[in-house]
Structure formats: C-alpha cells, structure tokens
C-alpha cells in the first residue's frame, strides 16, 4: 500500500500560479511514475501530466501544454506539478497518482494509487 498525499491548491485570480505538491510513501519511489489528473464537478477525471521514473520523460495534456510543468525530487519522495498563467477551465479537484512500472502514461488506469486530491480554483 503507497500513501499518496497532495497539497498546495487554493484560490488565485486568472493569469496567477501555483505550485502544486504529492508526497508518495515507498522506499522505492524512485521507481515509481508520477501522475497528475484533475476533475471539475459533473466531469470526467482527465490527465493533466506525467513523469516517468527516471524524470527523463514527461506529458503534458494540450491544454496545459506550455503552462504547466510537472519535476519529481526523489530525495524527497515528492512530486510537483508548477501551474502558471492560470485559467477559470483549470478549476478543478487535483489528484495526484503512482505507476509502479515506471511508466509516464496517460491512461488513469495504468495507476496503482491516488491521492485525495486538492482543490485548485481560478477566478476570473
């Protein structure tokens, strides 16, 4: 069983950043892929970004291509998703997820385990 823990969501004004944070229990993490997903109310969960476990490949949904970047701290166990030139669209309940296989995917099946996720809203 992983625990996975997210943080740093709130309220900020359109055009604002945050920076989004998922700590992941396990002696192996470094092994471990990263994902982020997010669902607004009455929508289906999507995928936001990915990091395999090397760091060496990500992706990155279109809509937040170019605003978002996801990094990894292995010394850390923790995973971060960096989210600028925000949006009202990017209003939304953000999970963060494990693949044990190592693989940055985009598929929510492909993931083991989930956060609790984090509120993320954008005024405009």
């Known amino acids: 069983q992983v625990q996975v823990v997210e943080s740093g969501g709130g309220l900020v004004q359109a055009g604002g950043s945050l920076r989004l944070s998922c700590a992941a229990s396990?002696?192996?993490?470094?092994?471990?892929?990263m994902g982020w997903f997010r669902q607004a109310p009455g929508k289906e969960r999507e995928f936001v970004a990915a990091?395999?476990?090397?760091?060496?490949?990500?992706a990155y949904a279109d809509s937040v291509k170019g605003r978002f970047a996801i990094s990894r701290d292995n010394a850390k166990n923790t995973v971060y998703l960096q989210m600028n030139s925000l949006k009202p669209d990017d209003t939304a309940v953000y999970y963060c997820?494990?693949?044990?296989?190592?693989?940055?995917?985009?598929?929510?099946?492909?993931?083991?385990?989930w956060g609790q996720g984090t509120q993320v809203t954008v005024s405009s």
């Open positions: 990091i395999d476990w090397s760091g060496g490949r990500t």
């Open positions: 396990g002696r192996t993490f470094r092994s471990y892929a």
């Open positions: 997820a494990v693949d044990f296989l190592g693989r940055a995917v985009v598929a929510a099946r492909e993931y083991e385990y």
